[in-house]
């Protein structure tokens, strides 16, 4: 009786541990999905974004002063995430991997030198899909319909 049990119970964790594994890599495995319509998903952005995001990004996503010219060290100023930057140019997928492995890794260059810090580690998959997802809900309606069209090609 004790070596079933203990073989249910073996067997109920490698299932969880499977199921967690699987869930935990989805978002590498299937794309990002951003959740611009969803209440509870953009409060926790605009939540984390202001933690981790605004101080270089701005309170306001209006990123920093001459974003687009390199600052003395070599390196691009945080751009706004707001209808003015870029952000709204690349794929849900795309924010996704820049947000978590980096520029650098993006481009497959690991010498890129960026002020951006890597989030993998710091922030969980969700945590930066709702960040997106936050940046994504404050763009105007054109802009939003714009993106899903870049979504709707990948």
């Not at 070596?3 to 978002?27: K, P, W």
């Not at 952005?45 to 101080?55: D, F, H, P």
């Not at 997106?132 to 993106?147: A, F, G």
Request: net charge negative.
């Amino acid at each position: 009786m004790k070596r079933v049990a203990l073989i249910a119970v073996g067997g109920a964790a490698l299932i969880g541990a499977a199921f967690y594994a699987f869930t935990n890599v989805s978002v590498e495995i299937d794309g990002v999905v951003l959740r611009d319509a969803d209440p509870a998903t953009v409060a926790l952005g605009a939540s984390v974004y202001e933690a981790s995001c605004a101080s270089c990004h701005g309170a306001d996503l209006e990123g920093q002063a001459n974003w687009r010219s390199p600052d003395e060290d070599g390196r691009l100023p945080a751009p706004p995430h707001d209808e003015t930057g870029h952000t709204w140019h690349h794929d849900g997928d795309t924010l996704f991997r820049l947000t978590k492995y980096g520029v650098g890794a993006l481009i497959n260059d690991p010498d890129y030198a960026s002020n951006m810090p890597i989030y993998e580690g710091v922030l969980s998959d969700e945590e930066i899909i709702a960040v997106l997802s936050y940046i994504k809900s404050t763009w105007p309606e054109e802009v939003r319909v714009h993106h899903n069209e870049i979504e709707n090609r990948q």
